[in-house]
């Protein structure tokens, strides 16, 4: 094996294992930023040995042992340094096997996921809401800084330098990998969601690499998601979280052709929309919407995907009910992203001309200067009112800003045949 093709799979682990990977040395090492760096030792430990001896059957769980050796190596160098064995007459085996069996005890809870045990973790209130963001999508997400940059329209260098700061308050407040108390908990809550439903959107449709959806961290976000449901049984927008993210994720078998090329939502098959998948959102929605009436971000959202889910086409779904779901989520939670949606649900209810002139409202912003769904939402109503020069124009600028490869092939096709 070439060390290219070494790298290339030592990528597509990582995308997949690295969450999980950090997740369980957090937990064996109670520190989150040593636990990224045993995470990426592995990954080192990976390049060298698979170049020459081949891709594992099982990557990640080549991963994890390595990983796990390494951090045990360092605790029995800790443990040495800490504790003078002789002293305490003890094995260094036997000291090994009650540490070991100490912190196991210790860090049992009632969670029972170290996914989302990391996520209550790093989003402590010791770190500004942002930054637990940022560092969460970091560690969890296995997102890059771009791509988390991308995620909240924000400069990459302002990411980067939130993720640095929380690791290091995380240290200097000696912060221990522990499991918050029911009451602070509640109060962890509204970032731990964000963070679940920001992996979940990387994993729909995936910022950047050569495919143009990462189902891996759809099923991580929506597992965890069903966990805090059952942790917080009472609280509407979780429900909410989850019946959006069964909803969307019931779609994925139609998002994608033969050779994962993208299949837009007019052209999808809907006979290849998950019942199951909608049945279950559905069910969450309804429990969502009967706790709160006022109806959260989240759960409105998950009644927008519910209007896609009950219709049989396009022409069919109630656009207008959409438009005015989206002017309510508008009100509440204030964003260009949802305005810039919000347009494309008038053209469906009004025309293209109206939506337009929404869209061309948006243009300036500087939070969207970035943001390739602008130049793809303004290509097709100028498609659709006939300037087709314009619409190409919009394409090929939108095909320039996106760093999916597959994303790009569609936009750029889209150029030719506008």
Known sequence: MTSEQARRAIDAAWRIESPKLVATLARMLRDVGMAEEFAQDAL????????????????????MATAKHRAIDFLR???????????????????????????????????GDDLLRLIFVACHPVLPTEARVALTLRLIGGLTTTEIA?????????????????????????????VPGADERIARLQSVLEVIYLIFNEGYAA??????MRPGLCEDAMR???????????????????????LQASRARARLDASGEPILLREQNRSRWDQLLI??????????ERLDHGRGAYTLQAAIAACHARANDVESTDWKQI?????????????????LNRAVAVSMAE??????????????????????????????LLAQLGRAAEARAEFERAATMTRNERERALLLERARSA
């Open 44 to 63: 080192v430990a990976a390049l060298e040995t698979w170049t020459h001896s081949g891709v594992p059957d099982n990557p990640g769980a080549w991963l």
């Open 150 to 178: 991308r995620a909240y329209l924000a400069p990459e260098a302002t990411i980067a330098q939130r993720i640095v700061r929380a690791k290091r308050t995380l240290a200097e407040k000696d912060i221990l990998f522990e």
């Open 323 to 339: 438009a005015a779901l989206y002017a309510e989520l508008a009100a509440i939670s204030p964003s260009p992203v949802i305005e």
């Open 279 to 288: 049945r279950r959102g559905l069910a969450a929605l309804d429990l969502a």
């Open 351 to 380: 025309g293209p001309q109206l939506a337009l002139d929404l869209v061309d409202t948006l243009r300036d912003l500087p939070a969207l200067a970035h943001y390739h769904l602008l130049p793809v939402v303004r290509g097709d």
């Open 207 to 212: 910022t950047s690499g050569d495919d143009w």
């Open 77 to 111: 160098r800790k443990q040495m340094l800490d504790r003078k064995h002789e002293q305490l007459g003890w094995s260094q085996q036997g000291a090994q096997d009650d540490e070991a069996a100490r912190i196991e005890a210790q860090l049992d809870d009632d969670i």
């Open 224 to 246: 965890v998601g069903r966990v805090l449901a059952g942790l917080v049984p009472d609280d509407a927008e979780t429900h909410g979280l989850v019946a959006l993210m069964e």
